[in-house]
């Protein structure tokens, strides 16, 4: 593959801004709350990161091997 993707300076930066919050915090509920943002968050970063590649290089076929 080619280079991995590095983070900026800023985004290292609230990384550990939430980290600090996630270990900081007690309530349960809180944590469950913030897990559950955190996964839907991730699961829609996913869904952008595959519709920008396919509006680059076209859909896939039926069987989703590129050619």
């Given at each position: 593959?080619?280079?991995?993707?590095?983070?900026?300076?800023?985004?290292?930066?609230?990384?550990?801004?939430f980290n600090r919050a996630i270990d900081g915090t007690a309530d349960t509920e809180a944590l469950r709350s913030?897990?559950?943002?955190?996964?839907?968050?991730?699961?829609?970063?996913?869904?952008?990161t595959?519709?920008?590649?396919?509006q680059q290089m076209g859909p896939l076929p039926v069987d989703g091997l590129r050619r």
């Amino acid at each position: 593959m080619g280079q991995p993707i590095e983070l900026s300076v800023s985004q290292r930066f609230e990384i550990e801004r939430f980290n600090r919050a996630i270990d900081g915090t007690a309530d349960t509920e809180a944590l469950r709350s913030l897990a559950k943002q955190l996964l839907q968050a991730w699961h829609t970063q996913k869904a952008a990161t595959t519709w920008a590649m396919s509006q680059q290089m076209g859909p896939l076929p039926v069987d989703g091997l590129r050619r």
